[in-house]
């Protein structure tokens, strides 16, 4: 089946940093790549969706100047968390749809555990 | 209203019993439905869509009612490995949109 890849899995930043998070479809061009960020005992919540080439649309209540996406080819799309603060801590969770996959499906990134001190 | 709820849990089953979780959604032009599960500290995976008819899978029996807006999963005989947070998940009318219930967590106790 499709495979994304996230890097790195793990990161631990001092606050006021910025990290960058990839996002990788390994095996199929995703043309849709979505993020989201899940809270302890919380669901998912999107936090935006980029489609290849074009500026990604966030959701409400997301301030795109903090969390940049940029979706350049069809096989990655990156996060960055600008100047992170401690309540950024979270597990950041990429999914993908692309023209190799089921349509109805997404197929979901490892995530990316982010501590921010 | 949120747009998806689920059951708040947790379920706490011995093994070899049957389970049901419900889901509902407040947008009654959604397409398409799913149940996902998410082991701890991992992504979620994709369990089974679920149709109208109703659909089996092994164990794994999902329903939906678009008239109530309501969609079901049940599992038989549980098993230890069914231990997750199981995920009622939605797809608006819009391509991309896709909505995450909040889960509700299984234990499948020996």
């Known amino acids: 089946g499709a495979v994304v890849s996230q890097h790195p899995s793990r990161v631990i930043c001092k606050s006021g940093t910025s990290v960058k998070i990839e996002c990788r479809s390994l095996?199929?061009?995703?043309?849709?790549m979505f993020w989201y960020r899940q809270f302890p005992k919380q669901s998912l919540m999107l936090m935006a969706t980029?489609?290849?080439?074009?500026?990604?649309?966030?959701e409400q209540g997301v301030e795109k100047d903090k969390f940049l996406i940029n979706h350049a080819s069809l096989t990655l799309s990156t996060l960055t968390v600008t100047s992170a603060h401690p309540e950024d801590s979270s597990f950041y969770i990429c999914?993908?749809?692309?023209?190799?996959?089921?349509?109805?499906?997404?197929?979901f990134g490892p995530g990316t555990r982010l501590l921010v001190l | 209203r949120k747009e998806v709820e689920q059951d708040p849990g947790p379920f706490n089953v011995p093994e070899g019993a049957t389970v049901a979780f419900n889901c509902t959604y407040s947008?009654?032009?959604?397409?398409?439905f799913f149940w996902y599960r998410q082991d701890c500290r991992k992504e979620p995976k994709l369990l089974m869509s679920?149709?109208?008819s109703g659909n089996e899978d092994g164990r794994f029996t999902a329903q939906l009612n678009r008239a109530s807006q309501y969609i079901s999963l049940l599992i038989r005989d549980s098993k230890l490995s069914d231990s997750a947070t199981y995920l009622c998940?939605?797809?608006?009318?819009?391509?991309?949109?896709?909505?995450f219930g909040p889960g509700t967590s299984l234990s499948v106790i020996p």
């Open positions: 999914s993908a749809r692309g023209l190799a996959a089921r349509q109805e499906t997404q197929y």
């Open positions: 095996d199929f061009q995703a043309t849709t």
């Open positions: 980029s489609n290849e080439g074009s500026k990604a649309t966030y």
């Open positions: 947008n009654s032009a959604s397409q398409s």
């Open positions: 679920v149709y109208s």
């Open positions: 998940v939605v797809k608006e009318t819009s391509y991309d949109k896709v909505i």
